[in-house]
C-alpha cells in the first residue's frame, strides 16, 4: 500500500493506493489550525474525530487512525508519496527524502514561500508518524525539466538568472505528465512518440506543450501566477501594472494578495471563483460573469495559438481538471476562437464530457483530435514514490 500526501497551507489530502496503483481511501481536512478544523473520507464516506484546532500532524494522525480502526490501512506503506510544489532547477525528477534532499527543498523555498514550507510540514508529520517507511518527493516542476532555454528564460538581465534563478520553471506537471501518458495509451503508441497541447483548467490553470513525450513550453513561470486566468490569480497583467499601481500607493503586499487572491475569475466576476456558479449566473443575465468567463477562454485560446509555435506536429488538444473536464461551455467558447487552426467539436461528444472509448470531443472533420481525460495527481505520485522506493 502507497500513501499520497498534499498538504496546503490549512489543508491536508491522504490517498491511499494499492500496488496496482488503485485508489482505495481518500480524505481531505480542511481549516487546519483553526478552531472548526473537520476532515473526512469520502470513500468510504467517514467522519474523522480532531482535536480542537489541529495542526497537520494532529490531522494526519487522526487520518491514519481511522483508516486503521476501519482495516484500510494493515501493516506498514511500501512508500509514501508527497506532493512538493517547487523543485527548482534541483530536482527533474522524483527523490528519496532525506535530510540533505530536505534541505534541498527547504532552499526552493524562496521560489515559492507560500507552497514549499507547508509542503515540508506534511513530510516531517508523516515522517515523525512513519519513520522507517520510504518517502518520496514528487515536485510539480519535474516534468518540465526539458524546457528549452529560449522558452524558460525571460528578457531580464542575465543576472537575474545566473544569481536568483530567475526563470520559467512551470507548473501542474504531474497532471501534464498523466495527460501525456493516458494519450499515449488511447492513442496505442509510446509516450515519446506523442505531442500534444494540454490544458489543466482547475482553480490554478496551465498549458503545456508536449513534444516526442517532454515538455517543451509552459504558461505558468517562476511562481504559477503566469498565464492564464485562473480561479482567484491573474494570470499574465503587464508587468508595468507595478509602477502604475505603486504610483496609485497601493503596496507590495496588497499587490501580491489582490494578483493572487482577488483577481481571476473572482476579480472579473465580482461574484465568485467557481465556474459552476459563473456558469449559472451568466445564464441566468448577469453581464460580469459571461465577462469573465469570456475573457477566460480567450485568454486559453491565445495560449493554445502560442504553444504551437514549440510543435511540428499535432497529435491531441488534451482538456483537464474541473472546469477542462467538466465544463462543455468552455471548451466550445475556447475552440471557437481557433478555427484558424482546424479544431472543430462535435456538440453531442462535447456536452457527454468525452464519455466514449477514445475520449474525443471533436468533429470527425477537426484537423486535430480533442480529448476530455480526468486528471489523477495522485496516481501518479503514488507510481513514482512506488518506484523510487524500489529503486533504492
Ligand atoms: P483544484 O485545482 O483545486 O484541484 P479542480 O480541478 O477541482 O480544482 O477544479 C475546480 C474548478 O472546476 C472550479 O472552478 C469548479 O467550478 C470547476 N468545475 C467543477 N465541476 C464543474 C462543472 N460541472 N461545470 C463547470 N465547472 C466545474
Not at 268 to 285: F, P, Q, V, Y
Not at 302 to 326: H, K, P, Q, W
Request: proline content about 4%; charged content about 20%.
Amino acid at each position: 500500500m502507497i500513501l499520497v500526501i498534499n498538504c496546503g497551507s490549512s489543508s491536508l489530502k491522504l490517498a491511499v493506493f494499492n500496488e496496482q496503483l488503485e485508489n482505495t481511501a481518500s480524505g481531505l481536512a480542511e481549516r487546519l489550525g483553526q478552531t472548526d478544523a473537520t476532515a473526512r473520507f469520502k470513500e468510504p464516506d467517514t467522519e474523522v474525530a480532531l482535536p480542537a484546532s489541529a495542526d497537520h500532524q494532529q490531522a494526519l494522525e487522526a487520518m491514519v487512525n481511522t483508516l486503521k480502526s476501519r482495516g484500510l490501512l494493515d501493516g506498514t506503506p511500501l512508500a509514501i508519496g508527497h506532493r512538493v510544489v517547487h523543485g527548482g532547477e534541483t530536482f527533474r525528477e522524483a527523490a528519496l527524502i532525506n535530510d540533505e534532499v530536505l534541505r534541498a527543498i527547504e532552499d526552493c523555498a524562496s521560489l515559492a514561500p507560500l507552497h514549499n514550507p507547508v509542503n515540508l510540514t506534511g513530510i516531517r508529520a508523516t515522517r515523525a508518524l512513519f519513520p522507517d517507511v520510504p518517502q518520496v518527493a514528487v515536485f510539480d516542476t519535474a516534468f518540465h525539466h526539458t524546457l528549452p532555454e529560449q522558452a524558460y528564460r525571460y528578457a531580464l538581465p542575465d543576472r537575474f538568472y545566473q544569481e536568483w534563478g530567475v526563470r520559467r520553471y512551470g507548473f501542474h506537471g504531474t497532471s501534464h505528465y498523466f495527460m501525456l501518458n493516458e494519450t499515449a495509451r488511447l492513442l496505442g503508441r509510446p509516450p515519446s512518440t506523442i505531442s500534444l497541447i494540454s490544458a489543466h483548467l482547475g482553480n490554478g490553470c496551465s498549458v503545456t506543450a508536449i513534444r516526442d513525450g517532454e515538455s517543451v513550453d509552459t504558461s505558468m513561470g517562476l511562481t504559477p501566477l503566469e498565464g492564464l486566468v485562473m480561479g482567484t490569480r491573474s494570470g499574465d497583467v503587464d508587468p508595468g501594472l507595478f509602477d502604475f499601481l505603486r504610483n496609485k500607493g497601493v503596496s507590495g503586499e496588497e499587490v501580491h494578495r489582490i494578483l493572487n487572491n482577488e483577481s481571476g475569475l473572482l476579480g472579473l466576476s465580482g461574484e465568485s471563483n467557481d465556474m459552476r456558479i459563473l456558469e449559472k449566473l451568466a445564464a441566468s443575465g448577469n453581464s460580469q460573469a459571461a465577462l469573465a468567463i469570456e475573457v477566460f477562454c480567450f485568454r486559453l485560446a491565445r495560449y493554445i495559438g502560442a504553444m504551437c509555435a514549440s510543435l511540428d506536429r499535432l497529435d491531441a488538444l488534451v482538456f483537464t481538471g474541473g472546469i477542462g473536464e467538466n465544463s462543455t461551455h468552455v471548451r466550445a467558447r475556447t475552440l471557437s476562437h481557433l478555427k484558424l487552426l482546424g479544431f472543430t467539436l462535435d456538440d453531442a461528444r462535447n456536452r457527454e464530457h468525452g464519455r466514449n472509448s477514445r475520449n474525443e470531443i471533436n468533429h470527425s472533420h477537426s484537423r486535430f483530435p480533442v480529448l476530455v481525460i480526468p486528471t489523477n495527481e495522485e496516481r501518479v505520485i503514488a507510481g513514482e514514490a512506488l518506484k523510487t522506493a524500489n529503486s533504492q
